[in-house]
């Protein structure tokens, strides 16, 4: 039997906490070449890879297909980030489209109500995929949405508890957000859960590796500073060192 998605992924980071977020720029040629080269240069100092659009849109799905089997047959987990949040029946869909190109999990928004996640976590498990779920962006704005408050209660509490009983895998806090990340940690302490915190926004968006794995985050999401780097090898290299030394 397949081990569930937040085993392979603990298995996995056992070498390192990054996943790549393997996030082409604009102008990029060759997609497909570059995911590959991307792939192969750093597959050594990361744990998984992240899909977003990015790829999505302008691959086919017998190419994104190639790409996650490239991630598998290097031990990666690969992770499909379209910030899933739609009526139940269209998230199934695309659930069962993202693992049939070789996702292992999708990032979901609890927006779409506490029902509806926790269909999609059911039906994930089902398929022996995951479901990581927003609670907090990376971004300034942010604040603006999951920082808002409903009776009193901030929306990223809300995310929080929808997200751990719809039992998904894991939670996306951002590195730039530490403040709720050990927000997070304390409510884990205190309820005696775990959840994995997966934080993207280190390095291009301001965030700190330290401070974000001292505040709780279990997996740094890097994508610019590997892969515009001149040497993606080495910038992930250090990146993994450095994650490695704040356990
Ligand atoms: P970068 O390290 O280049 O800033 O990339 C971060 C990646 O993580 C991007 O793919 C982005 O879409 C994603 N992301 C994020 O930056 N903040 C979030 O809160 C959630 C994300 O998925």
Redesign the pocket.
Known sequence: MTEPFRKRMAKAAERSPVVL?L?PPVDRKNLKQFAVKTVEAVAEHVCAV?I?F?LLLPLSARETSEITGLGHSHGLQCIA?I?LNDIEHTNEIALHHLVRMGFDAV?ANPFMGSGELDELVQKAHEMDAGVIA?V????PG?KEGYGLKLNSKSLYHVFLDRALRADADGI?V?ATQTEIMKQVMRKKKRQGFSLPVYS??????GGDIAKAIKSGSDYL?????I?EADDPARAAREIQAKALSCR
Request: charged fraction near 20%.
């Open positions: 977020a996030d992240k977003n990015h980030d910030k990032i927003l907090y962006m990376s971004h942010a996306v951002g993207p926004g280190v390095g291009a968006q999401i890097v994508g610019r500073s892969v």
